[in-house]
């Protein structure tokens, strides 16, 4: 039985990860969950899969929590506050698999902490990936961790990589990876219009469920962008072999193509307890609660080119990875802080690129050669991109 520690126990990915593992009691204990502020979630879960740890990041509520656990059925469940204590439950003795399933740059941290440790990493939070890049990639290397993707279309590009594969490693027979991307909820909307769409209109994805943050990067394409820096660093690629493909449906998670000419793709419906079933499993496979496809339902698979000009996050990610160094950290961290101000109502959909762009011009580009300059360089994007902000609304 394995171990099992869950970083955004209570978000979208932690629930369908909880989903997963609760079909398989005899292959996964689950040791730790952890929340940021949502208590209500965290104990319902900890009713049900009874973990050895529950980490509230937020003190205050931490405290409230653990009143709240004393008094209850499950008072033996050790709660734990604060940043430092997501680290700690991430690298237990007991822990073989962490889950990093945190948004944002708040997750780098543990992740790495798990990394280093040498856990078997399921990751989802790609922003931790992007903004550390090389760092990361060197620590599960150095440390022997066990690195497996959960965002979709990463998990089924290793799902299309050859028998052994191991995430970092060149495939040398794959020319070229095809990433699908829906294309989000504004594919169409005339460009005048996008400058008045509302957060909830942002957040209404075409085909996933997924937490606030990620869904509006979707709707800018962010995500895509966020995400081919990602298959770069996982495949060991360029970025002129990543080709970014909209396709409608999310039924194709995305594509290898080989040097024979061969395309393999995984397939499959657009539910995330796929690839977290997969990872979990890997090798094997097991049940993972989704619905089969039904191939007569989808009927038809579309493919188009995505427009720079609508999707300029996009481009904006081609010029972060292309000039190098620290300038994926820079995107991220703007991009963090504009979808933060768009979901809080301070600035439009369409300020999301412009507020990144303004920050990449105040970077001159420098190596990304320690954890230490990662930090620092995050941090001052955010101030940054908050005054850019402030700028943007006098
Ligand atoms: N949702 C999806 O289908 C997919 C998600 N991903 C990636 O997975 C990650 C998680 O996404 P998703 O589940 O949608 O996000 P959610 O917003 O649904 O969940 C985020 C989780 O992170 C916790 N959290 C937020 N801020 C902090 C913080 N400062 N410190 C510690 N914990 C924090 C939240 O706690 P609380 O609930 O207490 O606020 C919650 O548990 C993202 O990186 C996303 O890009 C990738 C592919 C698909
Ligand atoms: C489920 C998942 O992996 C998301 O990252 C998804 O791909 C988002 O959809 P978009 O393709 O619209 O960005
Ligand atoms: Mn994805």
Redesign the pocket.
Known sequence: MKGICI??????????TLDVVGRHPHLYKVIAL??????D??YEQCLEHHPDYA????EN?ARIFKDKLQNSSIPDIQVLAG?QA?EYVATLDTVDSVM?????A??LL?SLAAAKAGKIILL?????LVMSGAIFMQAVTESGAQLLP???EHNAIFQCMPVGYIAGMQAKQARRILLTASGGPFREMPLDQMASVTPDQAVAHPN????????V?SATMM?KG?EMIEACLLFNMQPDQIQVVIHLQSVIHSMVDYVDGTVLAQMGNPD?RI?IAHSLAWPERFDSGAEPLDIFAVRRMDFEEPSLERFPCLRLAYEAIAAGGIMPTVLNAANEIAVEAFLNENVRFTDIPIIIERCMKKFVVTEAGSLEIILETDQQARLVSRQIIEDLNN
């Open positions: 970083l955004g126990a209570t978000g979208s990915i932690g629930v369908s952890t929340a940021n502020t949502n208590i979630a965290l980490v509230v990041v937020d509520k940043p997501l990093a399933a945190i948004v944002g708040a997750g543990p989802a939070n790609k922003e931790a959960i965002d979709s996933w469920d997924m937490g606030r943050k990620i869904s990067d995500n966020l995330m690839p």
